[in-house]
């Protein structure tokens, strides 16, 4: 991201793009888990969207208009994903690990000529 007061950059550009579908692609993968999970994951997964949601676009808004906790916000929206991520990852370990695991197949033995 290029500095304040100072030329758009092509690094810049870049940056704010790959921000931009980073994103869109976390809360996309925090949908998938609404879509997906059980009960309470799906409370969680939908309070963190919303959060994401909002403060990635405060975010947004204060880094265009310069606030100076702009930064925290953009923090505030990672470690909100991330958080997620762990909560949704341990929840899907912790309820698969009371089914058995689906049976190995038998081989085929090929027979010898």
Do not use: K, N, Q
Not at 38 to 55: D, H, K, N, Q, W
Request: cysteine-free.
């Amino acid at each position: 991201m290029d500095r304040v007061g100072e030329a758009v950059s092509a690094i810049g550009t870049a940056h704010l793009v790959l921000a931009g579908m980073a994103s869109l692609l976390s809360m996309l993968a925090i949908f998938g888990g609404i879509r997906a999970g059980r009960r309470g994951t799906r409370r969680v997964s939908a309070l963190a969207l919303a959060i994401v949601f909002v403060t990635g676009a405060l975010a947004a808004l204060g880094t265009a208009s310069g606030w100076p906790l702009a930064g925290l916000l953009e923090r505030m929206t990672i470690g909100t994903f991330l958080a997620w991520l762990a909560v949704y990852a341990f929840a899907t370990a912790r309820a698969s690990a009371g089914r058995p695991s689906a049976p190995a197949s038998p081989r085929r033995r090929i027979p010898r000529r």
